[in-house]
T-cell receptor, first 113, second 115 residues
Framework: SQTIHQWPATLVQPVGSPLSLECTVEGTSNPNLYWYRQAAGRGLQLLFYSVGIGQISSEVPQNLSASRPQDRQFILSSKKLLLSDSGFYLC????????????FGAGSRLTVL | AQSVAQPEDQVNVAEGNPLTVKCTYSVSGNPYLFWYVQYPNRGLQFLLKYITGDNLVKGSYGFEAEFNKSQTSFHLKKPSALVSDSALYFCAVRGYGGSQGNLIFGKGTKLSVKP
């Protein structure tokens, strides 16, 4: 069966420090991968998606970047965090074909101080 | 542009009563519609989806949703609410263009079920 792992679960970082959040998927090949951010207002914002290794699409301009070094690995990064980067970050995957049901990881809560 | 609206920030229901969480959408072409649930500090869990076919869709945990094309709605329902149903519920619609899994989410509705 497929599983999705996301870490770290919680992170407290000072402003200006770097960030790396990791997401891996097991039990599937060539998934579509996504990073969402959930701010305090509860809505979900799609940040990045990837349809293959090295293929990254950005939905909104921001202080963050994403990379997909391996088929089932998706990394969210920042060189210098801003206060506004605080939030709950969710990784998700879907199969390329089919009804596109998103399966989410447990999330990473980032607090920037 | 595609969008989805959840007009209620919070819905309060007594245990055992029926519940409805509202969702309306705007999308070009035929919609793919989804409901997800989120428990505190957790990722979203898939409940049900409408792609085509019967307008009444049954999903996990006794939830169902009715697709109404004329009203562009996809309300989530359950005949008898449980305290354990208390959570944040998200409606989503598939956007066209870009990645196939690119869902547009509503802002969420907090469901509170009291004993």
């Amino acid at each position: 069966s497929q599983t999705i792992h996301q870490w770290p679960a919680t992170l407290v970082q000072p402003v200006g420090s770097p960030l790396s959040l990791e997401c891996t998927v097991e039990g599937t090949s060539n998934p579509n991968l996504y990073w969402y951010r959930q701010a305090a207002g509860r809505g979900l914002q799609l940040l990045f998606y990837s349809v293959g290794i090295g293929q990254i699409s950005s939905e909104v301009p921001q202080n963050l970047s994403a990379s997909r070094p391996q088929d089932r690995q998706f990394i969210l990064s920042s060189k210098k965090l801003l206060l506004s980067d605080s939030g709950f970050y969710l990784c998700a995957w879907t199969e390329i074909a089919g009804a596109n049901v998103l399966t989410f990881g447990a999330g990473s809560r980032l607090t920037v101080l | 542009a595609q969008s989805v609206a959840q007009p209620e920030d919070q819905v309060n229901v007594a245990e055992g009563n029926p519940l409805t969480v509202k969702c309306t959408y705007s999308v070009s072409g035929n919609p793919y519609l989804f409901w997800y649930v989120q428990y505190p500090n957790r990722g979203l869990q898939f409940l049900l989806k409408y792609i085509t076919g019967d307008n009444l869709v049954k999903g996990s945990y006794g939830f169902e949703a009715e697709f109404n094309k004329s009203q562009t709605s996809f309300h989530l329902k359950k005949p008898s609410a449980l305290v354990s149903d208390s959570a944040l519920y998200f409606c989503a619609v598939r956007g066209y263009g870009g990645s196939q899994g690119n869902l547009i989410f509503g802002k969420g509705t907090k469901l509170s079920v009291k004993p």
